[in-house]
């Protein structure tokens, strides 16, 4: 018999790196789950990612038990890593950060066309870009995109 699903918990905590402390110790506490199984799971299975953000979706059963799922890095943060910045632009359409390529916005597109909802890479490039462009991250080169 399948177990009763009593409640889903969305995280972004950083690999190898989950601890008690807030976020994660007050969103979990809450719903009754052993806090520390959680961060002792979650690490093992992130050591290779460590310090990346990583959004993970956590299953609580009426058992309280769990499992979870890890999903890829935001594309904001992939976005900020290629362009080698810190945060994005507070005025986007005024004030620019930093440019990334067309062979960039591919490559962080095509490791997060998993989590969009989208089907083609092409469609997955255009989200990235527009979240570039709302970050005040400015994308060089010729588009390879069809208008």
Aim: net charge positive; hydrophobic share 40%.
């Amino acid at each position: 018999m399948a177990k009763e699903l009593s409640a889903i918990v969305k995280l972004q905590v950083k690999g190898g790196a989950a601890n008690p402390s807030p976020p994660i110790g007050p969103a979990l506490g809450a719903k009754g789950v052993n806090i520390m199984e959680f961060c002792k799971q979650f690490n093992a299975r992130t050591q290779e990612q460590a310090g990346k953000v990583l959004p993970v979706i956590i299953n609580v059963y009426s058992d309280k038990t769990f499992d979870f799922i890890i999903k890829r890095p935001p594309v904001g943060v992939q976005i900020m890593e290629a362009a080698k910045i810190k945060v994005g632009s507070g005025q986007s359409n005024r004030k620019k950060v930093g440019s990334i390529t067309w062979d960039q916005v591919r490559t962080i597109a095509t490791d997060k066309i998993v989590d969009m909802n989208c089907f083609t890479i092409e469609s997955a490039m255009s989200m990235v870009a527009g979240t570039a462009r709302s970050m005040g991250v400015t994308v060089t080169g010729e588009s390879p995109l069809k208008n």
